[in-house]
């Protein structure tokens, strides 16, 4: 059964066993075992499907246990090439095909046989395409003309709400409904805060450093039930751009920004089909509804000038340890965090399971100047041999000289929150540690 018509699996396999059952029953046979693929595309090659794969393994099988395969209609089965490609094997391994339309066997050295089922698989394609236009022709009238939301998750910023009944009678007597979006109390603040940084001249990495820095919740960690498997370790420059690129958040809807394409598995087998993958529409094939249907979290004037606002540098910052500390919880590398006029650091990976020590999520937080205290002594030790005296080893006093040899030294500090120390591996794998409380 193919997807493209969304029929009930119990009825399409009911009238197209129907028809092979009158076909088989005329020639004094009988169907002794079922091949049918539920939820399948045409369009998916033979070896791919589950049914379609067990039928071909069963051709090789000297024991199959039947004679012929008949077929309920033959622009189910072979698709485009799908013919050409499999019916070899069918005469390879002496097991007859069976179509109703031509009223028994096909004969593989008739050209009449050949043509007919050859051009059932090209009108497989065609309507096949037929479908696929009449859909996409009116979903997108449905989005332009009625905005209607055509599912989907909501953006960020968003929920669904109920929007009553579906117009197709069919669908309402089943239960359907419409939806509309509507604004997130929590999350569409922080949307129009995104837009309101962007218009002052933030960069999508200041935008992210200052979200991250304040603890707001990203996409992904807001709604765990949804976002099982991307990561929730905080916002990122992918996120923030995806935000202000969307022009949902004017209120009004947009259809059409993805399509789906097919493309070959292997070039070099085209026998084994095609797979389905999503692609990125320009923009002037989106479809934008033509008047505002949800609240909108941010005027089409700002959104535009979002778009073309230039980032603006903010005041330069020094960050000499910038590469060198590393989380003592779940070992990835601290990053900058400005604060009160300083440099700190900060594990963004708060939400890993490492950061849970004792029952308690733990934030790795730890100040620049606190680490520099102790970083001289920590050179010292890491630059004494064993055995040798301390007072015999010259370090630099000043210290962005500090940060630089330990970074000739290869030197990465870890910053542990629970013990409050600063330890770093010699190459003799020994540990030097730093207290820092």
Same mark, same amino acid.
């Given at each position: ?64 246990g039947f004679e012929a395969v ?150 992904s960690a807001y709604d765990r ?146 680490? =520099? !205290? ?7 030790? %890491?630059? /004494?041999?064993?055995? $040798? #005296?301390?007072?015999?080893?010259? &370090? ?12 000739? =030294? !290869? ?7 629970? %013990?409050? /120390?600063?330890?770093? $591996? #010699?190459?003799?794998?020994?540990? &030097? ?5």
């Open positions: 059964m193919s997807t493209e018509d969304l029929q009930d699996p119990a009825s399409s396999r009911q009238w197209q066993l129907a028809r092979a059952g009158d076909l088989v029953e005329k020639a004094g046979g009988e169907i002794v075992a079922e091949f049918f693929d539920v939820g399948q595309s045409r369009a998916v090659a033979w070896p791919q499907r589950l049914e379609g794969g067990r039928l071909l393994a069963a051709l090789e099988d000297p024991r199959r008949v077929v309920g209609e033959p622009q189910r089965v072979f698709y485009d090439n799908q013919y050409a490609l499999t019916f070899p094997l069918f005469v390879h391994f002496g097991v007859q095909l069976w179509v109703p339309e031509i009223g028994g066997a096909v004969d593989p050295d008739s050209e009449a046989h050949n043509l007919i089922m050859s051009m059932y698989a090209g009108m497989s394609k065609a309507e096949r395409r037929r479908i696929q236009l009449r859909v996409r022709t009116a979903m997108a009238a449905q989005a332009e003309l009625e905005g209607r939301f055509l599912g989907g998750r909501p953006p960020y910023g968003y929920r669904l709400v109920d929007a009553g009944p579906h117009p197709r009678p069919d669908l309402a007597a089943l239960g359907a409904r419409l939806h509309r979006l509507d604004l997130d109390s929590e999350t569409a603040p922080v949307v129009r805060r995104i837009f309101a940084l962007r218009l002052a001249g933030y960069g999508a990495r200041r935008i992210v450093n200052k979200l991250n820095s304040e603890g707001v919740l990203c996409p039930a949804r976002n099982r498997h991307r990561s929730a370790d905080g916002w990122s420059v992918g996120t923030v751009l995806a935000i202000l690129a969307n022009p949902r958040y004017t209120g009004h809807q947009v259809w059409n920004k993805q399509s789906k394409a097919e493309t070959l598995l292997d070039v070099r087998n085209v026998g084994l089909g095609t797979r389905t993958v999503s692609r990125w529409n320009p923009g002037e094939k989106w479809v934008y509804s033509r008047e505002a249907v949800h609240p909108a979290i941010v005027s089409t004037a700002d959104f535009r000038r979002a778009q073309t606002t230039p980032a603006t540098r903010g005041p330069q910052r020094t960050y000499l340890l910038r590469g060198l500390l590393r989380c003592g919880l779940c070992g990835r590398g601290l990053e900058g965090a400005w604060n009160n006029g300083r440099a700190n650091y900060r594990c963004q990976a708060v939400r890993a399971a490492e950061h849970v020590v004792a029952d308690k999520r733990r934030n790795v937080f730890v100040r620049e100047d606190t680490v =520099l !205290a102790r970083l001289g002594g920590l050179l010292i030790r %890491a630059l /004494t041999p064993p055995g $040798d #005296r301390f007072e015999e080893i010259t &370090i630099p006093r000043d210290l962005p000289e500090q940060a630089d040899l330990c970074r000739e =030294l !290869a030197l990465t500090l870890i910053y542990d929150p629970v %013990a409050q /120390t600063l330890r770093a $591996d #010699r190459g003799d794998n020994e540990r &030097i540690i730093a207290y820092l409380r």
